[in-house]
């Protein structure tokens, strides 16, 4: 095992709200990360909180829709380190709370591309490097939205369709890639306040993003191919 500084993350959606969260969280635990944006500015330094002290993480370019993006940004990744230890995929859109009964195509492609083409994009592109290095941790940013077992609302059905498949696909790559070493799983940050949970919502960023960083950081013996929410397991 590598000591924790010698890490490597690249988080997805990392501009604001969860994802940048949880660059911020696995920096300040000594994690290198690189922060994926389709803005891509400076390099950023994230506020600890209410301390003077920082974090330095690097962003960089990635459309997790952009086949090209991917490569290149994973490529970068790669260039700058040499590895890459933890994917966390948080990137993520909604089709808003529209009647399923008039479905939406253009709005459920896009939905269904970003948070779920995008995921096994990214999936695809760094589990060699992982491979190569018999350790891997991949996070999916899922949704209790779209457990079947919570499931007793329409609302936003793209969003809770793609979430369902985003646990689907957590479980297909847990199995495929059982016994390398790398950890697959899936985390609901639950109803958080962000710019897509709204300003309502009852949970904190740092409530949000505290088990995709749990996972984010398993030990060898932790678990694959699970939902979590508040480190317990979800029910799917």
Not at 19 to 33: D, H, K, N, T
Not at 49 to 74: F, K
Not at 88 to 108: K, P, Q, T, Y
Not at 171 to 190: E, Q, W
């Amino acid at each position: 095992m590598r000591a924790s500084e010698d890490r490597v993350a690249l988080v997805t959606g990392a501009s604001r709200g969860i994802g940048r969260e949880i660059a911020r969280q696995l920096s300040a635990r000594g994690i290198s990360v690189c922060a994926g944006v389709r803005n891509h500015g400076p390099e950023s330094l994230i506020a600890e909180g209410n301390s003077a002290a920082s974090v330095l993480y690097r962003e960089i370019a990635l459309d997790v829709t952009q086949p090209d993006s991917v490569r290149e940004a994973v490529q970068a990744v790669l260039r700058m380190f040499g590895r890459i230890d933890i994917l966390v995929n948080n990137a993520g859109i909604s089709d808003g709370d529209h009647d399923a009964l008039r479905l939406d195509v253009e709005a459920f492609k896009n939905v269904m591309d970003v948070n779920v083409l995008g995921a096994w994009r990214l999936c695809e592109s760094v589990i060699p490097a992982m491979t190569a290095n018999n350790y891997g941790r991949i996070v999916n940013i899922s949704s209790t939205l779209g457990s079947l077992h919570h499931l007793n609302r329409a609302t936003e059905p793209a969003y809770r369709v793609s979430k369902a498949a985003i646990n689907a696909l957590t479980r297909v790559f847990a199995a495929r890639l059982s016994g390398t070493g790398i950890l697959v799983n899936a985390a609901s940050p639950g109803w958080v306040r962000t710019d897509l949970g709204g300003p309502n919502a009852p949970r904190s960023v740092q409530q949000g993003a505290d088990t995709p960083v749990w996972l984010a950081t398993l030990p060898e013996d932790g678990p694959s191919g699970g939902l979590f929410y508040d480190r317990a397991p979800l029910e799917w």
